[in-house]
Structures are given as C-alpha cells and as structure tokens.
C-alpha cells in the first residue's frame, strides 16, 4: 500500500539554525500539506501547496518557513531560523484530486528539538 | 476552531463495540462529517467519512443523525490497537485542498 514518508524521524537543532524537513507523498497525488502538533496540543495545520505553489496558509507559517517541491517526488518545509517554540511534531500529508474520498494521507511525522 | 465538540475520553471493554459521539451543531449543508485517529503521536489516520447517509467501510461504521447536527462512530469489535484519539471533523467536500482543522478529540482506551 502507497504511503507518505518523512525525513528524519528526529531532528535535534541549535536555536537559529536551519532546518529542513523532507517529505516523499504518494506518488500521484496532487496536494500536499504541512501540519505541526506540539507536544500535549492539537494538530494545526501549516500550509497546503498544489500546482507548485501555497493554495493556503496558517498564521503559523510566517516568512520564517518555506516549502517547496524541488524535483518530482520530494516536498520539503524549511525553517529558517529555529525559535524553541518551533519544538514539535511536523507531519507531512498528500490528497488526490479526482478522489471521492479526498481523504488526507499522513506520514509518521518528524519530531523537531530545538534547543 | 473546530467546529466539532466530543468528550475527552472514553473507556471501552476489548471484543466490545465503541461508540464515539460527536456534535456538530453548526455544520453546513456543503460540509461532510470525517474521522480520523491518531494512535500514539503517529501521524493522523483516516478512518471514514459521510454526508447524511450512513456509511460503512472496513475498519468503522458511521451514523449521522437525520438533522445531521449529530454523529456517532462505532467501532464493532474494539482491540488493543484501536487505543488512541479519534477526531471528527466538519469538512466541505471539495477538489482536496481543504486543510483539515482538528480538535482535541476523544482519547479512546481499550481494555482487555
């Protein structure tokens, strides 16, 4: 069965640093989003991304993060300067078009810590 | 905010059947029910969804009240590995973009 992968599992960075989360969604899928979980809270969503461009964002997503679909497989979230709020789980997920489910597929998830 | 309300937690007997209730007062007439899951910090899982029939799939039943302000998920025959929070969702049903805006969920706990 096709499924959403991520890289890493775990990130442990420095406050300030960058980062780069890495995402590989199903292959014909059209639409794909960054969520974020901290630690005991709610998922919130980030950013959804179709046709090469941001369909959508939440206030969380600031000019501090980025994403972007390099090549034909992978889609990547970039934090440019990590804050210890930016602490959490970051899941990575993939819809597509012409479903009658338009069901979300999640990844496992990247654990991000700042420190 | 989501547009749902369910309890925190539910406890439920393994072999047993769990229903989880949800209220969705507000919802609209373009907006579809969802369930998703999430066991234990994993990404979130879909489960089912529907608009105002009752649906069944493999892993769940859904059954939304005639006025739709209302739905319950049941679970036939709850096992350890259903543990976990389950979220329902007020969603529009569109070409997929919709991000999907969780609440806090019910924390389900199977005991065997």
């Known amino acids: 069965e096709p499924e959403v992968t991520q890289t890493p599992s775990h990130q442990v960075t420095q406050m300030g640093q960058e980062v780069i989360l890495r995402c590989v969604p199903i292959?014909?899928?059209?639409?794909f989003y960054w969520y974020r979980q901290i630690l005991g809270q709610k998922v919130e969503f980030l950013v959804s991304f179709y046709n090469n461009e941001i369909s959508e964002k939440s206030e969380i997503f600031d000019d501090q993060f980025s994403v972007e679909r390099p090549d034909g497989s992978n889609f990547t979230l970039k934090i440019r300067s990590t804050k210890l709020e930016d602490s959490a789980m970051y899941f990575c997920?993939?819809?597509?078009?012409?479903?009658?489910?338009?069901?979300?597929?999640f990844g496992p998830g990247t654990r991000l810590t700042v420190l | 905010d989501a547009k749902t309300t369910q309890p925190t937690s539910m406890d439920c007997a393994e072999g047993r059947a769990a229903n989880l209730p949800c209220n969705h007062s507000t919802i609209s007439g373009n907006e579809y029910v969802y369930w998703y899951r999430q066991i234990h910090s994993q990404g979130p899982q879909y489960i089912i969804h529907g608009l105002k029939n009752n649906e069944t799939n493999e892993m769940a039943s859904l059954i939304i009240t005639e006025d739709r302000k209302s739905s319950t998920l049941i679970l036939p025959h709850a096992t350890l590995r259903d543990t976990a929070v389950y979220y329902c969702?007020?969603?529009?049903?569109?070409?997929?973009?919709?991000?999907?805006?969780f609440g806090k969920g019910t924390r389900l706990s199977v005991i065997a």
């Open positions: 969702i007020v969603r529009v049903f569109n070409s997929g973009n919709t991000p999907l805006v």
């Open positions: 292959s014909n899928h059209l639409y």
């Open positions: 997920a993939s819809s597509s078009r012409g479903s009658s489910y338009n069901e979300q597929f």
